[in-house]
Nanobody, 127 residues
Framework: QVQLVESGGGLVQAGGSLRLSCAAS????????MGWFRQAPGKEREFVGA????????TYADSVKGRFTISRDNAKNTVYLQMNSLKPEDTAVYYCAAARYWRGTDYMANRDEYAYWGQGTQVTVSS
């Protein structure tokens, strides 16, 4: 199976940037679509964005579109989430996840599509 390890979280000022990384282990990593989710205290885990296994297609939640960018480097078994123009409402634990199939925007926003999850990394944006 796939093991996912996230890094890059921390405390930043509003308007600043962070880049999260998700390192994956597993022979079939390149065949997985990858997603990012986030969860604030007392709230449900919400979809941030996703990328196909080839990196040719991405999709984002409206709340982060234009500010966040997902990319992947399969040679390094790593997926990235570049976060710019951060807002206090972006504060959450961010999770990387792997899905066995790409079904499009409507399906990939559903956490049930993802078979494997990272441990999460805290992102805090101060005002």
């Amino acid at each position: 199976q796939v093991q996912l390890v996230e890094s890059g979280g921390g405390l930043v000022q509003a308007g600043g940037s962070l880049r999260l990384s998700c390192a994956a282990s597993g022979r079939t990593f390149g065949n997985y679509a990858m997603g990012w989710f986030r969860q604030a205290p007392g709230k449900e885990r919400e979809f941030v964005g996703a990328v196909t296994w080839s990196g040719g297609l991405t999709t984002y939640a409206d709340s982060v579109k234009g500010r966040f960018t997902i990319s992947r480097d399969n040679a390094k078994n790593t997926v990235y989430l570049q976060m710019n123009s951060l807002k206090p409402e972006d504060t959450a634990v961010y999770y990387c996840a792997a899905a066995r199939y790409w079904r499009g925007t409507d399906y990939m926003a559903n956490r049930d599509e993802y078979a494997y999850w990272g441990q999460g990394t805290q992102v805090t944006v101060s005002s």
